[in-house]
């Protein structure tokens, strides 16, 4: 049984949906969302630490000075417990993710330090950006949805390029009928978007 209101991922889903719905732009979103993400996490690590973890002396040694608690640890554990909210199974993938990316994106800001980790992040985040905005003007020739929600592009997008993997490799789907349902609004939503471009055109 789906949620209601801002869990709705059936609501949101299908919004998503309807602004991906050429082949080619869904696998350069599949390609870009998470490293965008990643890169993010990059660059946040150089924020002010709330917290070193090396100086509990629990963690083995080559994660001494690497794993700190700062702004781009609460973004990952925001991130992760907001899909985990969405979907139990789905979104505690996603969370582990948060986790991989938080834990592999502290040790490569280790290793490359602010002086070069910035010009890394700047020129991954170009590179991403660029190919889903061609994304969406060549193959799906309709604005990117950050236009219309900026929230579900930023927030929810790297769950929903999960979710479009999981449902395609295995079929998986949150709940029996989703998918079904959330077809119906995205062809529903098109359909409607397509009228008032006509209307706008003529």
Known sequence: MGKSGLF???RHFAFYGAY????????IHT??????????LLLFYFTPSFYDLSQDGILPSPF???????????LALVYGLFYFAFDKKA????????????????????KLGFSLAWKVVL?????CWTGQFLGHGVFEKRAP???????QAFLMAPFFVLLEVLQTLFGY??????????????????????????????
């Open 8 to 10: 709705d991922l059936e």
């Open 20 to 27: 991906h719905s050429n082949p080619v732009n869904i696998l």
């Open 31 to 40: 390609l870009f969302v998470w490293p965008i993400f990643f890169t993010g």
């Open 64 to 74: 001494n000075h690497a794993l700190v608690l700062n702004y781009g640890s609460v």
């Open 91 to 110: 979104g505690s993938l996603a969370a582990l993710l948060c986790l991989v990316c938080w834990v592999g994106a502290s040790f490569v800001a280790v």
């Open 123 to 127: 020129a991954a985040q170009l590179i």
């Open 145 to 151: 949805a950050l236009l219309d929600n900026l929230a």
């Open 173 to 202: 789907e949150p709940y029996p009928g989703f998918h079904e349902s959330v077809k119906a609004r995205v062809d529903t939503e098109i359909k409607e978007w397509k009228e008032k471009k006509q209307k706008k055109i003529t």
